[in-house]
């Protein structure tokens, strides 16, 4: 991790308190040194969510969510990392560009001006809708039953059919042409000139999970021969298939109702919230992608995908279904009846009509294998095998391959021998023949329990890891994932800092090393008994390679009819300790 990107998560750390983060969403109380609580990211009503103020750290032992300030961030509000910091680090008033390299202070730079313009511009589109110039943008939202309330909910504006209304506005502000086009605001044609990107359009505002607006979509109100939507093209503040139309403004919704509806238009998303849906977003004009996806995992497990009921749609259905089932999602599909879309049914035909449809939405599976039972047996299979070698998590491939074996009518045993390992993996573990250590507990077997021992003591008292490596403990370990968890810890020491371990693990491994420190701390005259139990066993496992060592040396000297009185020697002091070992053990 880098070093001057670690002292900016430190300090951040230090100002902003990370019980006071989670409080702003999950509802805690106290239970001990933690506060507990049902956890925000899957659905439950015991409080197995806790948070450890004193550490920094939260986890759940339901479905294993874990991390400090940041990962909380990044998983409740669907952001990666990277915006987490930039985030967090504007709300504690820490600066990042001094932990940069210039190359990334300029770039920081672009999208911090790009962000000054994309708000100087919502605003002016904003102004422009409520002016006398926005009559004919205000009528036309009044014939889409468009509410004042939901307008200024999601800060809808009036982009002026003028080549360079937006360009004036900006360049009042301060801001150059060549900046505007920089940051997709603004555009040059073929002469030189620059021109406005929007022109004569409803513009939709979109925003991050800061509430920052990013980008714009853009729709004609005519019957003209234009693009009915158009959005905003990438800039620094925005990559097309990252974000989703509505999701700040459903954010909360999701939260209380444990589940995120997802649409395909931006009046779509205006009429769902209107009518009260508002876990509602929408996938900015874009078939539905891997971050989206993501970025709705972070709030709920739980997703409706609403598209229309023709080819297309029920083939964007089936993907998005692929996709979430895919991340070990729960999904439903409701399907518009031909000629509707949520606008006009909501208000066409009223709440009923629409719950009626919520009513007969298939589960996500059962969708999957009706779509694929119109289909030719071989695309089946194939669509089956694809979907299955990339499923996430092993665990689930037992119970998906057998539902689409029975729907599809294909042979399971086939069908086995045709996935990856991994998945492979995945039928073993469902039949109950162990699971994944760090996921389920360990296997019961000598070397896995050790490891684990060992591991556990490592998260809990890390500052005698030096002790541990001075006698060699890192022999006994047996399993990669130990392996790997102890390399990464070592890296960190003598100045262990718990940050740059956590950035270091991966989910399964800081799910385990989480799951250690979170656990009800052990008597504490325990430490040093486990300590010197742990030490114990490492000196006399070197004890034992070294008497192997030597032995093999022995016989090979042996076939040379001469022995190294050296070799002699170590055997004999070997055999004694071990002797003496013995005796002490009694």
Not at 180 to 196: F, T
Not at 342 to 350: F, V
Not at 526 to 555: S, V, W, Y
Not at 569 to 582: H, I, P, T, V
């Amino acid at each position: 991790m880098n070093k001057l990107k670690g002292s900016a998560t430190r300090v951040i750390k230090e100002r902003l308190n990370i019980l006071e983060l989670v409080r702003r969403y999950v509802d805690l109380r106290r239970v001990g040194n933690r506060w507990v609580a049902p956890c925000p990211f899957h659905q439950e009503t015991k409080p197995s969510f806790s948070v450890n103020e004193e550490e920094g750290f939260f986890y759940c032992f339901g479905c294993q969510a874990a991390g400090d300030i940041f990962d909380f961030h990044s998983r409740i509000n669907g952001v990666d990392f990277r915006e987490s910091l930039e985030q967090l680090a504007a709300e504690a008033g820490v600066s990042l560009d001094e932990d940069r390299p210039a190359a990334h202070a300029g770039g920081n730079e672009a999208r911090r001006l790009a962000g000054e313009m994309y708000e100087v511009a919502a605003k002016h589109f904003r102004r422009n809708l409520f002016s006398r110039s926005g009559n004919e943008a205000r009528a036309y939202l009044g014939k889409r039953l468009v509410s004042e309330a939901i307008s200024e909910k999601f800060f809808l504006g009036w982009s002026l059919p003028e080549w360079k209304d937006l360009g004036n506005a900006l360049r009042g502000a301060g801001f150059s042409p060549k900046q505007g086009a920089e940051a997709g605001l603004l555009k040059d044609n073929e002469r030189g000139s620059v021109y406005d990107v929007f022109r004569g359009r409803i513009i939709f505002p979109v925003k991050n999970m800061s509430g920052k607006v990013i980008a714009f979509g853009g729709r004609i109100i005519d019957d003209s021969d234009a693009a009915k939507y158009i959005n905003s093209a990438d800039s620094p503040l925005y990559k097309k298939g990252d974000n989703l139309y509505g999701l700040f403004q459903a954010r909360r919704g999701i939260s209380a109702k444990k589940s995120a509806i997802l649409t395909e238009g931006y009046m779509d998303v205006l009429t769902l919230h209107q009518f009260g849906y508002e876990n509602a977003c929408a996938a900015l004009g874009t078939a539905l992608t891997v971050e989206q996806l993501r970025r709705l995992s972070g709030l709920s497990s739980d997703l409706e995908f609403i598209f229309d009921g023709d080819a297309p749609g029920r083939k964007a259905a089936l993907n998005a279904c692929r996709m979430a089932l895919g991340r070990g999602l729960n999904c439903k599909v409701i399907i518009l009846p031909d000629g509707e879309d949520i606008d006009s049914l909501l208000h066409g035909q009223g709440r009923d009509a629409f719950e009626k449809l919520r009513g007969y939405a298939p589960e996500g599976l059962d969708f999957c294998i009706r779509s694929l039972s119109r289909s030719a047996p071989r695309e089946a299979l194939a669509w089956v095998k694809n979907f299955l070698g990339a499923v996430e998590h092993p665990e689930l491939v037992a119970g998906y391959a057998s539902r689409l074996c029975r729907g599809l009518d294909l042979d399971e045993r086939e069908l086995r021998k045709n996935l990856p390992a991994a998945q492979k993996e995945g039928f073993t573990a469902s039949a109950g023949k162990g699971a994944s250590l760090l996921k389920s507990g360990p296997r019961v077997l000598g070397k896995e329990i050790l490891d684990r021992r060992i591991m556990s003591f490592v998260a809990r008292f890390p500052k005698h890891l030096p002790a541990l490596r001075e006698a060699g403990v890192m022999l006994l370990l047996s399993g990669d994932w130990a392996l790997s968890i102890w390399e990464k810890t070592a890296d960190c020491a003598p100045d262990f800092d718990p940050d740059e371990v956590l950035r270091s693990l991966d989910d399964k491994e800081k799910d385990f090393w989480l799951r250690q420190r979170h656990m009800e701390a052990p008597p504490s005259e325990t430490e040093f008994t486990e300590l010197a139990d742990i030490r114990k066993k490492a000196a006399a496992f070197c004890r034992e390679k070294q008497d192997k060592a030597c032995r093999q040396a022995l016989h090979r000297e042996a076939d040379k009819n001469a022995y190294d009185p050296v070799l002699l020697e170590a055997l004999n002091e070997a055999l004694l300790q071990k002797r003496k070992l013995g005796s002490n053990n009694g």
